[in-house]
């Protein structure tokens, strides 16, 4: 009869795609599973072999280290030396949740192709059920990048996953949309109270102000291509990545009206060149702009939407083979500190200031 077989509820799938996913892991290979930020390319971060076919599904530079996730604090103690008070209190405030912290690594207790080389290694503990139930089911620490192939931007969807890596996995657990959109915030915190940003992100410079004693942007994420600009400490950040085919560029600016009629501009002598145009821009504009593809980031006042949307925006423009994109500035506070890193990553700094 047709109700003869039992589906099961959808508790029970995810329960049992979490324990295949944790069997996959415990035998050394890969899977992709979803955390608050972007999914995530997970392989157990104790095995040279299963973190090398992170780097070979990513096509990723071996340069550039993996951050180590955790389901539990007593699993910090043997990964890491050393937490200052600093680096405890941050962990306090933002554990779970989108924070990664650089910390002194035990030597030997992961993979050397985890830290890259470094006597640190970036952790963090997510703030996502199934990425908490899957680590501790596994139960070894997590190495996982975003799971996208390397260049692309980071996936927000479990789709997202299946386009770049499908075939190069062992699988993927799908848990819906992310939340935040963007990947964590990277900092170090140094013995003397003081946070470095090494990855803006959504926990913000001033939520770690209210924690720390003084917090600074590593400087060289602010110096954009310049030559003999410093070297990032997080490796990770010298990359371009995100890129979309066409070309993107940012339209900048502190007179609104003025941003609107340059951004229009753009979009009318693109296709005038018969250009298949594209828009990234807030709500308030939308409604002025023409191109192929139009793209809400959300009202300006609330960007948390535009870092929720960004990622998949970009895998729109090249899904529709956008040729020539326009995307308008955020301002840079809060989240937005975020959003403009990534956007000024994706349009390779070429930047229009109105
Ligand atoms: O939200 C996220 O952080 C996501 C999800 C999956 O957790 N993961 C993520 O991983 O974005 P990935 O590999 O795409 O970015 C890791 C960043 C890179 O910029 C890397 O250079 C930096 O963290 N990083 C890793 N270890 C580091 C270390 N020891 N010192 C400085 N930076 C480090
Ligand atoms: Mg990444």
């Known amino acids: 009869t047709e109700d003869s077989e039992y ?29 608050e930020t972007v999914y995530g390319l997970g392989a157990d971060a104790r095995s040279n072999e299963a973190v090398e076919r992170i780097f070979s599904a990513k096509g990723r ?117 992310t939340g935040v959109g963007l990947e964590s915030t990277v900092a170090e915190a140094g013995p003397d109270g003081t946070v470095t940003v090494l990855r803006p992100g959504s926990v913000t410079s001033e939520a770690l102000a209210r924690v720390a004693a003084s917090v600074h942007t590593d400087p060289a994420l602010h110096s954009g291509r310049e030559e003999n600009s410093p070297a990032p400490r997080s490796p990770g950040m010298k990359y371009t990545h995100y890129a979309p085919r066409g070309s993107l560029r940012i339209v900048r600016g502190q007179d609104p009206e003025a941003v609107a009629a340059r951004v229009q501009a753009e979009l009318a002598a693109a296709e005038a060149r018969g250009e298949v145009t594209g828009v990234l821009a807030y709500d308030e504009h939308l409604h002025r702009y023409r191109a192929s593809i ?58 229009i200031d109105v």
């Open 61 to 177: 530079p071996s340069d550039n280290p993996l951050i180590v996730h955790i389901a539990d604090l007593s699993q910090l103690d043997e990964i890491v030396l050393d937490v200052n008070d600093t680096a405890r209190r941050l962990m306090e405030a933002y554990w779970p949740g989108p924070l990664t912290l650089v910390l002194p690594v035990r030597p030997g207790a992961v993979s050397p192709r985890v830290t890259a080389g470094l006597s640190t290694v970036a952790v963090r503990m997510p703030a996502h059920p199934i990425a908490l139930r899957l680590i501790a089911a596994a139960g070894c620490p997590v190495a996982a990048p975003s799971a996208n192939r390397s260049g692309r931007p980071s996936p927000t969807l479990a789709s997202h996953v299946g386009e770049d890596l499908a075939g190069l996995i062992g699988g993927i657990v799908d848990g819906g949309p």
């Open 294 to 351: 139009v793209i809400s980031l959300g009202p300006i006042g609330a960007l948390e939407t535009a870092a929720h949307r960004l990622y998949a925006g970009l895998r729109r423009f090249d899904e529709e083979g956008a040729t020539f994109m326009v995307a308008e500035a955020c301002p840079e506070e809060g989240v937005g500190v975020a959003v403009m890193n990534r956007l000024l990553k994706a349009a390779g700094d070429e930047v």
């Open 7 to 35: 589906t099961g509820s959808h508790e029970d799938e995810v329960n049992k795609a979490i324990r295949e996913a944790a069997d996959l892991l415990r035998a050394g290979r890969t899977v992709a599973f979803p955390t």
